[in-house]
């Protein structure tokens, strides 16, 4: 018959078979094969390391040595642990792991989707929360990194000009703080916006523009993505995504993480698409709001379009970042009437703001 | 297995006065005890999915502060699940642990980063470099530092988890240098990369050498008696028939999809509308060829590599020992491919929610194919003086190479 406990003397690494017997405050440890007493611990004076969930079998210390005691029969083991209240971990059955794993597994299925909607619809309302001195910092350091080697158009009547509209429009959008419009020497015929009301224009896109509607229609826009906070709701979104896959992965797996990026990718540039679609629709409301001419937005992608007649947007698919600009032309055509966004004199000064 | 003959049985030889060889049993007259054993694993895959599952759920709540709860008590199922010579493993590690150590790593490298930027304001001035700013210069220092600080981390973490490891109440340990393992193992891999892997055996001998003589069960070492030129030969036939399967695996590759975009006779655009706009059987056909090129380059090339792993693994096995006990194990090229590919892709399918699969198979695999031969001389091992580190893992967390 194998003993029913082994003991361990923590000075050696001699292995005793050994069986016990519990009076009122003793545990007596003796030697299974002459009955001989290995040792003697207080009851007071022991505790069990692990539980019955993690350890095959718990095991009984004495405090402050490196003695164990493994009782290997579970049905002295729980003799023990009904005659000692402190020893209860020692019999104490886990949860049924079917029902653990049911619920685990229902909880996690749960919180990846509250998860993902916190990403994917949070953002909106947690976004304008975030202090906007804060998102300043961030779009300025990103401006700084992104022209340290390209050259700033300063002409000083143009640029205020372009500032003195972005201001109003921000206004008529109910936007609460001041925007700032920076033009960039050279191409591509482009203008984008970062965190904190901060718009980039490069000067190609001003010189190629036909008139001062269309350079109106894409400030309008990029205003528009300044009110609805998409620089910073993309940067949440992609982190939030980056996050929940890493810690599904648990943590551990730099091969799960990359695919994860993968998948990152395209769903940061679906939420491009999306951007640039509400971004047209605020355009074109802040321009009818302030009754300008509204019909630059279409007319400059008409024009880009004939340039480069096959649609590019439509041809890469899942893989643009911004919608069919045909789809875009269709959505923000407008008659072209209005008041004029730039005075003469303000217009001229913007032609020649890098002269 | 072809593993020339044990080193063992030529100490025991020698210590004996008799002559002869073969394996270590027939070290006769005064034959040492070599019974054989294997540790057994006993843990349930279902188990230790509940303790996974409930570490997931954790992560996403804490948004992953509780890993280092959910590492220790994963560790703490699958130490206790395996016995050796009937006694079970203790792991006696704890999360608070692994947490300071992590937070120490942290505070390390803000100290870094903070030395980086004063030496760049007072010593540079003005930027040097107009696109190079000290956030690149902090990011590329870290890669460059990064690699011997995996090693380091590496190391260090061996001897937590070995610290926090017990057998029959003794703890088991791991005494050197991490910092000087992580010079040689960087300067080793640095000249073999230099050499076109040609080095491979002396830097995996010269590498497991450190990890096996300063690995400790209580007072007693273990023995390592491993020589590069012993594999040199094996390695040498791995390495050219490697670059033969390179090359036909890539033939084969290039064969197989210019004939199969060669025989769909579609114009750019359609191939471009094809990718931009996938339907279904689009996706089906990616993935069909993906699996195709998967299968060519893993029968070529993964099995070779397969073939080597489990050749070394067995030889340093083979050479280690820890006093009266030796070692062997028959590791077999499809099991190193069971351990090294299948549960890579094992990983790689479920996202990550295969893990617990993966160190079940991998318990099954040890306690099937490590052998002991002998049983410790419990008496004469004592309990070292030496507790380990005080707190656990922190480079090895920072640098994302700490599995389980």
Redesign the interface.
Request: hydrophobic share 50%.
């Given at each position: 018959m194998t003993a029913p406990a082994?003991f361990?003397?923590?000075?050696?690494?001699?292995?005793h078979a050994a069986s016990v017997r519990a009076t009122a405050g003793e545990l007596i440890i003796l030697r299974a094969a002459d009955g001989g007493a290995l040792v003697r611990w207080p009851i007071a004076e022991l505790a069990v390391?692990?539980d019955l969930?993690?350890?095959?079998?718990p095991?009984l210390m004495r405090r402050g040595s490196?003695?164990?005691l493994?009782i290997v029969d579970p049905a002295l083991r729980r003799q023990l642990a009904d005659l000692v209240p402190g020893l209860a971990a020692l019999a104490a059955q886990p949860t049924a792991?079917?029902r653990?794993?049911v619920g685990?597994?229902t909880?996690?299925v749960a919180?990846?989707g509250l998860?993902w909607l916190a990403i994917d619809y949070g953002t909106q309302y947690a976004v304008p929360l975030l202090p906007h001195g804060l998102q300043v910092k961030l779009g300025e350091s990103v401006f700084e990194?992104l022209t340290?080697?390209e050259t700033l158009c300063e002409g000083e009547k143009g640029v205020e000009a372009l500032n003195r509209l972005a201001n109003r429009m921000a206004r008529a959008a109910d936007y609460p703080h001041d925007v700032v419009v920076y033009v960039v020497n050279g191409g591509p015929v482009n203008a984008f916006t970062l965190p904190g009301g901060i718009l980039v224009f490069y000067s190609d896109l001003i010189e190629q523009a036909k008139d001062r509607a269309q350079v109106a229609g894409i400030m309008a826009h990029e205003i528009g993505h300044v009110v609805h906070h998409h620089p910073v709701k993309g940067v949440v979104r992609q982190l939030g995504v980056d996050?929940?896959?890493?810690?599904?992965?648990?943590?551990?797996?730099?091969?799960?993480s990359t695919?994860?990026a993968g998948g990152n990718l395209l769903l940061g540039l679906r939420n491009g698409r999306a951007f640039e679609r509400d971004a047209d629709a605020t355009g074109v409301r802040i321009l009818e709001k302030m009754e300008m001419r509204a019909d630059g937005i279409a007319s400059f992608f008409e024009q880009m379009l004939e340039k480069e007649p096959k649609d590019a947007a439509a041809?890469?698919?899942?893989?643009?970042s911004h919608p069919p600009t045909g789809e875009r032309i269709a959505a923000t055509r407008r008659p072209a009437t209005g008041r004029p966004p730039f005075t003469d004199a303000e217009w001229k000064a913007v032609r020649e703001v890098c002269k | 297995m072809s593993d020339a003959t044990s080193p063992w049985a030529k100490a025991a030889v020698a210590s004996s006065g008799v002559p002869g060889s073969a394996g270590p049993a027939a070290a006769a007259p005064a034959a040492p005890d070599l019974t054989p054993s294997r540790p057994i694993y006993d843990g349930k895959l279902s188990e230790l999915y509940a303790i996974y599952l409930r570490h997931v759920v954790l992560m996403l709540l804490t948004l992953g502060w509780s890993r280092f709860w959910g590492r220790t008590r994963l560790r703490r199922y699958l130490w206790s699940h395996v016995s050796v010579l009937g006694d079970r493993f203790e792991y006696r590690g704890r999360g608070r642990e692994l947490l300071i150590g992590f937070l120490l790593a942290v505070v390390m490298l803000a100290v870094w980063g903070g030395l980086m930027y004063v030496v760049w304001v007072e010593v540079f001035h003005e930027r040097p470099f107009s696109s190079f700013g000290v956030f690149d210069a902090f990011s590329l220092s870290v890669v460059l530092l990064g690699i011997p600080l995996a090693f380091v981390g590496h190391y260090a973490g061996l001897r937590y988890k070995l610290s926090r490891t017990r057998w029959r109440g003794i703890r088991c340990g791991l005494a050197g240098s991490a910092w000087r393992y992580g010079a040689s193992a960087t300067g080793l891999t640095f000249v073999n990369v230099m050499t076109a892997q040609l080095l491979t055996p002396v830097v995996s001998v010269k590498l497991a050498r450190p990890r096996i003589v300063n690995l400790r069960y209580g007072t007693l070492p273990l023995e390592f008696a491993g020589r590069a030129s012993d594999i040199y030969g094996r390695y040498l036939g791995y390495y050219f028939l490697n670059i033969v399967a390179w090359v036909v695996a890539a033939i084969v590759l290039i064969g197989a999809i210019g004939g199969t975009v060669g025989g769909l006779d579609l114009s750019e655009e359609e191939f471009l509308t094809l990718f931009s706009q996938p339907n279904l059987r689009t996706v089906l056909l990616a993935l069909a060829a993906a699996i195709g090129a998967y299968m060519v380059f893993g029968l070529l090339v993964l099995p070779l590599r397969c073939w080597w792993q489990a050749y070394l693994f067995r030889y340093l096995v083979s050479r280690s020992r820890a006093g009266n006990v030796l070692f062997a194990t028959a590791i077999t090229t499809r099991q190193m491919w069971g351990f090294m590919v299948l549960n890579y892709g094992i990983v790689v399918l479920t996202l990550g929610l295969g893990w617990p699969w993966v160190m079940h198979r991998t318990m099954k695999l040890i306690s099937s194919e490590l052998w002991l031969y002998g049983a410790p001389d419990g008496a004469s091992i004592h309990q070292s003086a030496d507790r380990g580190p005080r707190f656990g893992e922190g480079l090895l967390d920072m640098f994302d190479v700490g599995g389980v």
């Open positions: 082994r361990y003397d923590g000075e050696t690494a001699q292995a390391l692990g969930t993690h350890e095959a079998v095991l490196d003695a164990r493994v792991t079917t653990r794993i685990f597994g909880t996690l919180l990846i998860f990194a340290a080697n996050l929940l896959v890493r810690l599904v992965s648990g943590g551990y797996s730099d091969v799960v695919l994860g041809a890469i698919g899942i893989w643009s | -």
